[in-house]
């Protein structure tokens, strides 16, 4: 395999474009400007999230009348499709899906198939990973030129391996497994998948190829669930069951109510099978260096938290209210906006919310940031000590107190991290926006309870947050109406 240049491509065709890795890739397309035509059988599905440069067409693998026009002068073909979440006899389903793929690419014309399948080995493959092989042998079969990469799980926010994952270690202090929870995997960052994908479009190919991709580290499941555990600060012990049969996981896992529940199920039986590169050399033209377990795990959750900061919750007037105790679930973080209008110009009011912190104090109940701040202390946390930069002017990643300015959008947006010691992660978000010359103050707080623990603390104390953060809106409100009043006066 060699590199082709990409440039004057014919279009590419995406299948599954409304699910995890497809729906990803078709952002890497997006963002590189490519003319990408996906097919869907739910194409509403995508009318928001697709670019003006895509094209959308309905389609349905299991009926070849509609695959015709959606491979027409096609030069490479994503197939990111399987049918775990819609059958349970999704064996048979997919077979005829990849049948129904390769004979009208291969009639199509198409240059090459790309494919991401399933890394196993050895007799006594699961259902799933015997299924995921077939449907990569029927492509490979079609005469289109076709590259079958096979991957272990994928570390992503949203993958149904990692959310699996997440539901049991962020709900049980010791996690009951089937004994083989120590079977070894190659876990794989979502970014270092997309990676490989997006270069296999690229790389010359002479025949059909199997290419074997996985992470740095070969590692067990009950490895990633310690990881994941690690990084969130909770306490788990993962004990291998002997007893713990694949239908009584399935039944635990059913009963965390994980969204992909079937999927789930289906890859606790593939959980006895070994998903580790054999033949490294396979991936090796392809030039990717992925990442191991522990940078993986970190960047699914700093993503994340990156995506959660960049949403705009001026936005989300469904949100407002202080009504629901602990606050409104958006996956699992908890979220309370309260907004306040104010008898000022937006700059004004940003002024006082850019002089919080430090000997500006939080204008209303002072007295219990500095109890806080003491508690944090002798938690042997950093409290309340680091005061603020001298100066206004404020800066991404600059202390306030306990917290860290996150983000920064001069008259318009602070978001701060709290950085006490506390079962969770919470968040604080000043903003201001001004519409038909009432300026709003908007305060949004956001919890990310770290297991049952953080819940627990979340909860249990809700009553002291909406007091303290209440009083806070409340006493910015009546500083910015001071600073206006002096202001006009003066
Ligand atoms: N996610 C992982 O952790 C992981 C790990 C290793 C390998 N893989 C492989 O990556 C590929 C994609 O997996 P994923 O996790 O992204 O799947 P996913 O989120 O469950 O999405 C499945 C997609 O398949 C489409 N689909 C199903 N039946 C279809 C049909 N008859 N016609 C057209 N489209 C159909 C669905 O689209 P519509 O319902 O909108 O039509 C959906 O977009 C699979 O081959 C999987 O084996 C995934």
Avoid at 131 to 154: F, N
Avoid at 180 to 206: G, K, M, N
Wanted: proline share 4%.
């Amino acid at each position: 395999m060699a590199y082709l240049s990409p440039s004057s491509s014919p279009p590419i065709l995406l299948t599954g474009a409304t699910g995890y890795i497809g729906g990803h890739l078709l952002d890497r397309f997006e963002q590189e400007q490519r003319a990408v035509r996906c097919l869907t059988r739910r194409p509403h599905a995508l009318a928001h999230r697709a670019g003006p440069r895509t094209e959308v067409v309905a389609g349905d693998l299991l009926d070849r009348a509609s695959l015709d026009a959606a491979l027409s002068g096609i030069g490479t073909a994503y197939y990111l499709v399987h049918s775990m979440a819609d059958v349970a006899d999704f064996g048979e389903v997919d077979r005829r899906a990849a049948r129904n793929f390769a004979a009208c690419a291969s009639q199509a014309g198409v240059h090459r198939i790309v494919y991401l399948g399933g890394l196993g080995s050895g007799d006594g493959l699961s259902a799933h990973l015997a299924s995921r092989h077939e449907v990569g042998e029927i492509l490979r079969g079609s005469g289109v030129r076709t590259l079958e990469l096979r991957a272990s799980i994928v570390i992503g926010a949203g993958s149904a391996s990692f959310e699996t994952i997440r539901s049991l270690v962020e709900s049980l202090p010791v996690i009951p497994a089937p004994p083989s929870v120590s079977t070894a995997a190659q876990p794989i960052a979502l970014d270092d998948v997309l990676q490989y994908l997006v270069a296999a479009e690229a790389v010359r190919v002479v025949h059909s190829e199997i290419v074997e991709i996985g992470g740095a580290d070969q590692v067990s499941y009950a490895e990633v669930m310690r990881e994941y555990a690690r990084q969130r600060n909770l306490t788990r012990a993962v004990v291998p069951v002997p007893m713990m049969t694949t239908r009584l996981s399935e039944l635990v896992l059913a009963s965390l109510g994980p969204r992909q529940g079937r999927i789930a199920a289906a890859m606790v039986s593939s959980l006895r099978n070994e998903t580790i590169v054999q033949r490294r050399a396979t991936a090796a033209p392809l030039a990717v260096r992925p990442r191991g377990l522990s940078a993986a795990v970190e960047r699914a959750l700093r993503s994340e938290d990156q995506a959660f900061a960049e949403q705009r919750w001026l936005a989300a007037g469904a949100f407002a209210g202080e009504s629901r105790w602990g606050g409104m679930p958006i996956g699992r973080r908890l979220l309370t906006v309260r907004t306040a209008p104010v008898n000022a110009r937006a700059d004004e009011a940003f002024a006082a919310i850019e002089r919080i912190g430090g000997p500006t104090g939080w204008y209303a109940t002072n007295w219990f940031w500095r109890f806080r701040g003491l508690v944090d202390r002798l938690r042997g946390g950093k409290g309340q000590q680091r005061g603020r930069r001298k100066g206004h002017t404020l800066a991404v990643g600059d202390p306030i107190d306990f917290w860290r300015i996150e983000r920064f959008e001069a008259g318009r947006r602070l978001l701060l991290t709290a950085e006490m010691r506390m079962p969770g992660r919470l968040w604080v978000q000043f903003e201001v926006a001004a519409h038909a010359d009432v300026t709003q103050v908007r305060l949004t707080t956001m919890f990310d309870p770290a297991g049952y623990i953080g819940r627990a603390y979340w909860y249990l104390l809700y009553p002291i947050h909406r007091g303290i953060f209440g009083t806070l809106l409340r006493g910015l409100v009546r500083a910015i109406a001071q600073q206006t009043g002096a202001a006009s006066r003066g």
